[in-house]
């Protein structure tokens, strides 16, 4: 009876819970596609992009249409002491309780950057509802303007940024796409230094150029003035910004992380190797590599043994000489090394002058050298503007095509 | 949910007024017999008196002027018996020489001879006279013997043999079982020929005096079950059966369980295959269900088609039918669960589509799923009930107005739709009604949870559902054989059904007797011409 009793007595309980819990109705989220972070006047600024869900899809099927006349997500800011003040404020403008699990980027703005973004670590690794697995962007100018600014043919800029970096990682690999857990993981590892990639305005800077890109006109164009695009390489030093690297620099830092995936690299072909200009080139699609780094002593300085296997596909040529011999192939095969050999060295330069471990070498000398480590922990900076670079790189160009020659030969030889 | 079955069980356990079935009886014990009389008047106003003065008892003196000593009456229930037959047995009877029937010494035998009809027995009592009348045989009395004969000579209109319309079949026999007991186990007699396939018989119903039949093949059942179901149906006292429904509740294991643990079909094939298992049929007259029993969770999940078809087709439809049971159970809990608490757990942009379609609902999402599904549930009842001339009617109604025009009304969310009419066409997957049933119960109990603690309240639910589900049994055998207690030897037919030459055994759980088959009969490729033979064709 006793048992009846209790079951009752929870029955209703359970019952009269309904509502109270932490019940939401789907209806009453604001679901967020992207964060934006700042300091202003020694606050915290935080802007959210929230997406309007009664503009995603149009209730008669397609979805995709465009016509609508309202933008698919509102920006908003609160500017508090901390981040979570700020958050708390939101509500003051806002009707829908802020859902946040479903974020894919954060934007970090630039005056943030340099002043440490540590709090934003915690805010994301210390709660449950953010997930780690947030993309981190940097821009030079303020996050809340970012936010503001649409992706054009897209409809919600924080999901498509998000789509940018991923896209990019796994056809490009220029910048490495990093996410909260791992800036984390870099924070709180011996190399102390991570990279994240710069988003900027491309094209019309100016404020018209960036007003055109906050309203839906912008749709009506075939190519509006201005453009979101991937511009750097933010190298963060602990975590405040150090430099901003170029995209020939970030490229090699991009084969160091081991983080390339999928990349075009040009090659010129062999004979012309002096005069670029009007060398014959072929270009090869990397299809799949495998990096292996490891340090090796050598009189009392290390030196990074990198191991590379690199599949490419040739894409196009216009080398004239037949491509069915294996001379040929061979030839342009150590073009290719030399080239990714190239790429890499450029990212190393980049590493010594900043004296910012970006590739995480020092995990891997404490790993191998852990009594050495103790000693030059302290002077590992100018420890890295030592480290020198041993590459060895095996490319291999498969599937040339059915194209025995090119087209240029053809013409040139008759 | 056993909580649930406390709850009721305490209401109704409570002080009852116990009615012995049997006080408010008519008595028909009379010390002394009527047909000692051996006067035919006196016997049929007895008959009168009993039967009351009801248009289809026919009481009915035979005799003409040669007959006035020795007058004939026949008794019988008209519609019962068959007209043609009956005028045959009157022309006999009268072609008789009732001299002759008297002085013999052993008038039935004498009867049987010059009567053709196969069945007649004598009837000495009273008691019997008047049941055997009810029952349908036709009574003769003699003036001037002091016993009665009844001749059976069934007939009147019955329904034919048909197609079973509950459980349907592609490929398989399409006879099923009639409302009359006699052909219900001719049907099955006809499917296994054996003299170990034996019936017994009882008669339940104080008033309805219902004919049932418990079935079961001699060497395969388990004899203690059938002693238990025969003991069972003994204990049974009551007025009325009037369908298997009425047996099933009072002999089945727990009295407080939704989970059905008697199985009932309409086909033939499906009893004998039962039997041939070592089950033990229970066929009721006045109703084509016949029960079967013991039986587990899994039997629910099987049609007889399995069997008949291939065997990968038949266990990938089994895998289909146990996915729609859980989607049947669980898929509008797990949608409010997750669209009022876990959202986090839908992918970004469904829970964008979800939430833009959710724009503008009145009600909470607890309260949609339940106000559509009990739509459906009176929609659903409303197309069992209703005359079928305005069945069109009703399926507008349906398919339009609460679909449609609910979803542009902006009343209810199109994804609920989808969901509700999902769950609905999955709960009619399950070969068996009574297990459907059971699942359409428990959605609204593990809705009310989902909505109130989310996912963690459909565990709530679910856990109590599974404990109760292996505490049960059906005539001692555990419900979830063969996953719970777990038997690798019945698992051939499962989830999976293996090939009928590797389902070597019988489910061992049920039967003593083991083997069903020999080994190794899997089918062997033979090469039947040749290449020899093909150098000769011309």
């Known amino acids: 009876m006793r048992l009846l009793k209790a079951a009752c007595l929870s029955l209703a309980m359970g019952m009269s819970l309904s509502g109270c819990w932490n019940r939401t109705e789907l209806n009453e989220l604001g679901i967020t596609s992207a964060t934006g972070l700042d300091r202003k006047d020694k606050e915290w600024r935080v802007s959210y992009q929230m997406i309007v869900p009664s503009v995603m899809s149009s209730g008669s099927g397609g979805g995709s249409s465009g016509s609508s006349s309202q933008p698919a997500v509102h920006t908003f800011s609160t500017q508090a002491k901390t981040i979570q003040e700020a958050n708390n404020y939101t509500n003051l403008e806002n009707a829908r309780r802020l859902y946040v699990s479903h974020n894919n980027a954060l934007v970090i703005g630039g005056e943030a950057a340099r002043q440490g973004i540590s709090p934003i670590v915690d805010v994301y690794f210390r709660n449950t509802e953010q997930r780690e697995t947030v993309l981190l962007f940097v821009t030079e100018g303020t996050a809340e303007e970012m936010l503001r600014m649409l992706i054009p043919p897209e409809k919600l800029p924080g999901a498509s940024l998000a789509e940018i970096i991923r896209k990019e990682n796994e056809t490009a690999s220029i910048y490495p796409s990093i996410n909260m857990l791992e800036f984390g993981q870099r924070l709180n590892s011996d190399a102390k230094g991570a990279a994240i990639p710069v988003i900027s305005i491309a094209g019309d800077d100016s404020t018209e150029g960036r007003e055109s890109l906050e309203s839906l006109d912008v749709n009506k164009s075939t190519s509006p003035p201005a453009k979101i695009k991937l511009t750097k390489l933010a190298i963060f030093q602990g975590d405040r910004i150090v430099d901003l690297l170029d995209p020939a620099e970030s490229r090699g830092i991009t084969w160091l992380i081991g983080k390339t995936k999928e990349s075009v690299i040009s090659i010129p072909f062999p004979d012309a190797e002096e005069s670029e200009a009007d060398s014959q080139l072929s270009s090869v699609r990397i299809r799949s590599t495998s990096i292996r780094i490891k340090p090796i002593k050598r009189d009392d300085h290390y030196v990074m043994q990198v191991k590379a296997k690199v599949n490419g596909v040739l894409l196009g040529t216009d080398v004239t000489e037949d491509l069915s011999k294996p001379r040929v192939i061979k030839q342009l095969q150590t073009q290719l090394e030399k080239r990714i050999a190239q790429e890499m060295e450029t990212g190393m330069t980049a590493i010594r002058r900043l004296r910012v471990d970006v590739a995480g070498f020092a995990d891997k000398v404490h790993r191998k050298y852990p009594r050495d480590w103790r000693k030059i922990k302290e002077r590992w900076a100018e420890e890295l503007a030592q480290i020198e670079l041993d590459i060895h790189v095996d490319a291999t160009i498969k599937r040339p095509g059915i194209l025995q020659k090119s087209f240029r030969s053809l013409w040139q030889n008759s | ?538």
């Open chain 2, 1 to 538: 949910m056993s909580i649930f079955l406390r709850i009721i069980q305490t209401f109704f356990s409570g002080k009852r007024a116990k009615r012995n079935a049997t006080q408010d009886m008519p008595s028909d014990e009379s010390n002394s017999s009527i047909l000692q009389s051996g006067s035919v008047p006196e016997v049929l106003q007895f008959l009168r008196s009993q039967l009351g003065n009801s248009p289809d008892i026919i009481l009915q003196e035979l005799g003409d002027a040669s007959h006035k000593l020795h007058r004939i009456a026949v008794c019988y229930v008209d519609g019962l018996v068959d007209t043609k037959l009956l005028s045959t047995l009157m022309r006999s009877l009268l072609s008789l020489s009732l001299e002759e029937t008297l002085k013999n010494p052993q008038p039935e035998e004498w009867l049987k001879e010059h009567i053709p009809v196969s069945q007649i027995s004598v009837v000495k009592s009273d008691g019997p006279l008047v049941q055997s009348i009810l029952e349908g045989q036709t009574a003769v009395i003699i003036d001037g013997m002091k016993k009665a004969f009844t001749f059976s000579i069934p007939g009147g209109s019955r329904r034919s043999i048909e197609e079973p319309s509950t459980q349907t079949v592609i490929r398989g026999p399409k006879e099923g079982f009639t409302e009359e007991i006699g052909t219900n186990i001719a049907l099955l007699r006809r499917r296994i020929r054996s003299p170990h396939l034996r019936f017994e018989t009882r008669t339940l119903g104080q008033y309805t005096q219902t004919k049932v039949a418990v079935g079961y093949i001699n060497g395969i059942a388990n004899k203690d079950v059938v002693d238990e179901v025969m003991a069972r149906l003994d204990r049974i006292d009551t007025d009325s059966i009037l369908e298997g429904g009425y047996i099933e509740e009072f002999i089945q294991d727990g009295a407080y369980t939704p989970f059905p643990t008697i199985y009932n079909t309409e086909r033939p094939d499906t009893v004998a295959a039962g039997m041939l298992e070592g089950l033990v049929a229970i066929i009721v007259d006045g109703t084509p269900f016949t029960l079967l029993a013991p039986v587990t969770f899994f039997r629910f999940f099987a049609s007889s088609e399995d069997y008949y078809q291939r065997y990968d087709i038949s266990s990938f439809l089994r895998l289909v039918r146990l996915v729609s049971f859980i989607v049947a159970l669980m898929l509008p809990a797990v949608y409010i669960a997750i669209t009022t608490f876990q959202q986090e757990m839908l992918p970004t942009t469904l829970l964008i589509t979800l939430a833009a379609q959710r724009e503008g609902t009145p009600l909470p999402a607890l309260l949609e799923a339940l106000v559509m599904e009990l739509t459906f549930e009176v929609i659903r009842e409303a197309g069992v009930r209703m005359p079928r001339a305005i069945g069109p009617a009703i399926s507008i109604v349906g398919a339009l107005v609460l679909g449609q025009a609910a979803v542009q009304a902006g009343l209810v969310s199109a994804a609920m739709v989808i969901v509700v009419s999902f769950t609905a066409i999955s709960n009619f997957v399950l070969p068996a009604i009574n297990m459907a049933s059971a699942v359409r119960l428990l959605r609204f109990a593990l809705m009310l949870l989902a909505g109130t603690l989310g996912l963690f309240g459909i565990l709530v639910g679910l856990v109590p559902i599974l404990v109760h589900l292996v505490s049960i049994r059906s005539f001692g055998v555990p419900y979830m054989v063969p996953l719970a207690p777990l038997d690798w030897s019945n698992m051939k037919d499962f989830i999976v059904r293996l090939p009928w030459w590797r389902m070597k055994t019988r489910p061992v759980i049920i039967t003593k007797s083991r083997y069903r088959q020999a080994a190794h009969q899997e089918p062997r490729t033979q090469h039947i011409a040749e290449d020899e033979n093909f150098d000769q064709l011309p």
